[in-house]
């Protein structure tokens, strides 16, 4: 009796001691890997919009070429036979499989505060990318920034939105 | 009578609540008396952090930590050339400060932490400075277009705290104290550069005798070592150039940048057990740091200039377009080299020389100069 | 017989008594090592997420914060493992610093003679490897002077161990 409560209480004592490795093992996850997945996708939405995509007239930068695809999706960049929607998606799409093929990314393009309708053409919200990220449940970080973009005189703030998710 | 099993149990019990309270002592040692030497340890790397995310944010913010103890034993150390600098305080040293940090601790004070720069044209070199609540009069002795230029560039070399619950003031002293004359408050920065734009009267010296959150900064012709009895003096010499004594006689130190001035204001004159004054050290670990830091910008902008003079040299076609941006920016590139050859050069100076500094500040000045013309030109976008 | 029994009794006890006397100093010392393990390396995962930071700002390489200076990159270069070993007087030692130019073309190591028709630098590489390294990479832009045109790159900066 005496010996099954010894050999008890050691198998407690053996349990305590892996209980606390395994807890404060736990507890030593660097608290740097937060903030270094939110400057990565931070970096990554400003680096692209201030990149050169090589087409002139209103698509020099990509931020242009976003802004062209937001208030006059149809129009024609010098130096691309292709929409500026179509173009702009081609183009997220290259620089982002460049970056890093194993990303799911969305961009939302969207009015900026204090934004009035265009005519027919203007649109609201358009969006590249998998906009299945957005689900719930789905681990991804989000950046924010606002761009200019100049048509016909009057200069729009407009709210690009990347969000990006790692495949394993 | 006690039996073995009881005294197992006894003996077993003591081990685990031994053990117990070993782990609970460790991780609670940081808040008991016990724990002093690691708090401040502590303390004083949370500083340098704050500085450095200051440095690359440049949001200020209070640091409050520094209350809990007396950290006036601490100051910035340049070390050696290829060993990265870092912070040293009587009960250690916390090693590496990498961004450059000026400091003035106070016993049991929070600081204001911010960021702020000088400018050389080619190169900006930034740096963070954390200063407690302070009160910086000047004792302007003459009002010339000097005297009033050196106040405003020492006022801009100090932080902005408006809507901040820390004050860094600014004022004068003509015999008193002249301080609640932004409209009956007290001055911060924009308001007295202001001030400084709206008035100006020379000073008739200050009798006033104050604590030491009181700064006293004195701008005179006649500044030579213990002139002054707290503070520094200023003795302007050339544009940008000159003296600071203290009241310890044998300081006499030479100043080319607002950097230099600053280093000697937050430093104190606050001896260690060799007689070094605070001042002393944080000036020397300012031109030791910044020297170093020049220099190895300088290599590295003159090396980039070298290559773009080259490649610009080379899609020249003067015959097709002499007005082309590689036909007029190379040229420019060249001269740039060559200024910055002389400030790499005089960048050897000894700081504590004035010939030598006024070398240096003339080659720095040059190369600004010539820095400024690649802007205009449309060569450095 | 009785006292036999005894005796035996507080040997065996006196046995595991030593056992977990021991086993707990074992454990204590062993997580003492761990600890300061875990410390160093936490010490230096910090210091090369600041190195990242402090090199996508510094003047040195940039014009202005995460946008790199193509020219100043090839400058360094140039200037050799001298001039790398007064840069570690500012970065630290074991620092190092990649920039890779994202473009379809094959990679080119920046030197002296090809700027600005190449898109990778090394800086500063460290002369051992095998040893354990705490490397961060982040989208940059590149400034190519040259051009008058920002590229899109990714700068790694490490701290090896």
């Given at each position: 009796m005496k010996a099954q409560t010894t050999m008890i209480l050691l198998v407690f004592l053996?349990?305590?001691?892996?209980?606390?490795?395994?807890?404060?093992?736990?507890?030593?996850?660097?608290?740097?890997?937060?903030?270094?997945?939110?400057?990565?996708?931070?970096?990554?939405?400003?680096?692209?919009?201030?990149?050169?995509?090589?087409?002139?007239?209103?698509?020099?930068?990509?931020s242009d070429l976003i802004g062209c695809a937001f208030l006059t999706p149809s129009y024609t960049c010098g130096g691309s036979s292709l929409e500026c929607r179509t173009l702009a998606e081609q183009t997220l799409e290259e620089y982002m499989n460049m970056v890093n093929e194993n990303m799911v990314y969305c961009f939302n393009i969207t009015s900026g505060p204090g934004w009035s309708s265009l005519d027919e053409q203007g649109l609201y919200s358009i969006s590249f990318g998998d906009s299945s990220i957005w689900k719930k449940g789905i681990n991804r970080r989000v950046a924010r920034t606002v761009i200019q973009s100049v048509h016909e005189g009057l200069e729009y703030n407009i709210e690009v939105t990347l969000a990006v998710a790692f495949r394993k | 009578m006690i039996t073995a099993y009881k005294v197992f149990q006894i003996l077993l019990g003591l081990i685990l609540s031994g053990f117990i309270l070993f782990f609970l002592l460790r991780y609670a040692s940081n808040y008991v008396m016990f724990g002093e030497s690691n708090q401040k340890f502590v303390i004083i790397d949370n500083l340098r952090t704050t500085s450095q995310n200051v440095y690359?944010?440049?949001?200020?913010?209070?640091?409050?930590?520094?209350?809990?103890?007396?950290?006036s034993s601490c100051y910035p150390a340049f070390n050696e050339p290829t060993e990265q600098p870092s912070i040293k305080c009587r009960f250690g040293e916390i090693s590496p400060l990498v961004i450059p940090f000026f400091f003035m601790l106070?016993?049991?004070?929070?600081?204001?932490?911010?960021?702020?720069?000088?400018?050389?044209?080619?190169?900006?070199?930034?740096?963070?400075?954390?200063?407690?609540?302070?009160?910086?009069?000047?004792?302007?002795?003459?009002?010339?277009?000097?005297?009033?230029?050196?106040?405003?560039?020492?006022?801009?070399?100090?932080?902005?705290?408006?809507?901040?619950?820390?004050?860094?003031?600014?004022?004068?002293?003509?015999?008193?104290?002249?301080?609640?004359?932004?409209?009956?408050?007290?001055?911060?920065k924009k308001g007295f550069l202001n001030i400084l734009n709206m008035h100006r009267a020379p000073s008739s010296g200050c009798s006033e005798t104050l604590g030491d959150e009181y700064l006293f900064v004195t701008i005179?012709?006649?500044?030579?070592?213990?002139?002054?009895?707290?503070?520094?003096?200023?003795?302007?010499?050339?544009?940008?150039?000159?003296?600071?004594?203290?009241?310890?006689?044998?300081?006499?130190?030479?100043?080319?940048?607002?950097?230099?001035?600053?280093?000697?204001?937050?430093?104190?004159?606050?001896?260690?057990?060799?007689?070094?004054?605070?001042?002393?050290?944080?000036?020397?670990?300012?031109?030791?740091?910044?020297?170093?830091?020049?220099?190895?910008?300088?290599?590295?902008?003159?090396?980039?200039?070298?290559?773009?003079r080259s490649e610009y040299q080379s899609r020249c076609n003067p015959s097709l377009n002499s007005q082309s941006t590689y036909c007029v920016c190379h040229p420019l590139y060249d001269n740039l080299y060559s200024k910055l050859d002389d400030v790499i050069r005089n960048l050897r100076n000894d700081y504590t020389e004035y010939n030598e500094m006024e070398s240096l500040k003339s080659s720095l000045d040059e190369a600004e100069s010539v820095y400024q013309d690649l802007v205009k030109w449309g060569c450095e976008t | 017989m009785k006292s036999q029994a005894g005796l035996m009794e507080y040997l065996l006890m006196t046995f595991f008594i030593v056992v977990v006397i021991v086993a707990i100093v074992l454990f204590l010392g062993w997580w003492s090592v761990m600890e300061m393990n875990l410390e160093q390396k936490k010490i230096i995962d910090e210091r090369a997420f600041f190195l990242l930071k402090y090199s996508g700002n510094s003047p040195y390489f940039t014009r202005e914060g995460w946008v790199l200076d193509d020219a100043k990159l090839n400058a360094v270069k140039a200037l050799g493992e001298n001039f790398c070993e007064k840069l570690r007087g500012v970065f630290g030692s074991g620092w190092f610093l990649e920039v890779r130019i994202l473009d379809e073309n094959p990679e080119v190591d920046c030197t002296y003679t090809n700027y600005p028709d190449c898109n990778h630098w090394v800086l500063c590489e460290p002369k051992s490897s095998g040893k354990e390294g705490y490397i961060y990479t982040i989208p940059v832009n590149v400034y190519r002077n040259v051009f008058r045109r920002y590229d899109i790159a990714i700068l790694t900066s490490g701290v090896y161990a």
């Open positions: 053996i349990m305590i001691f892996t209980g606390l490795v395994i807890v404060l093992l736990s507890l030593s996850q660097t608290v740097v890997r937060e903030e270094y997945s939110d400057l990565y996708v931070n970096n990554l939405l400003l680096s692209i919009l201030k990149t050169n995509t090589g087409y002139t007239d209103r698509c020099e930068t990509v | 690359l944010s440049g949001n200020p913010v209070i640091f409050e930590d520094t209350v809990r103890f007396d950290f106070k016993p049991k004070e929070r600081v204001f932490v911010d960021r702020n720069h000088v400018d050389y044209g080619w190169w900006r070199v930034y740096f963070t400075e954390a200063i407690p609540e302070t009160h910086v009069i000047f004792i302007p002795m003459d009002a010339s277009d000097r005297t009033w230029d050196l106040m405003k560039e020492i006022t801009m070399a100090f932080p902005d705290t408006k809507g901040f619950n820390i004050n860094i003031t600014f004022g004068f002293c003509d015999e008193t104290l002249l301080e609640n004359i932004c409209g009956g408050d007290l001055c911060e005179s012709d006649s500044c030579r070592p213990a002139y002054v009895s707290k503070g520094i003096c200023i003795k302007p010499v050339d544009e940008g150039i000159g003296y600071v004594y203290t009241p310890r006689s044998q300081d006499e130190f030479v100043y080319k940048d607002v950097a230099d001035i600053l280093s000697l204001i937050l430093g104190g004159n606050q001896e260690d057990p060799f007689g070094i004054s605070r001042a002393e050290k944080l000036y020397e670990y300012k031109n030791n740091l910044f020297m170093e830091r020049l220099y190895l910008a300088a290599r590295i902008m003159q090396m980039r200039a070298h290559i773009l | -």
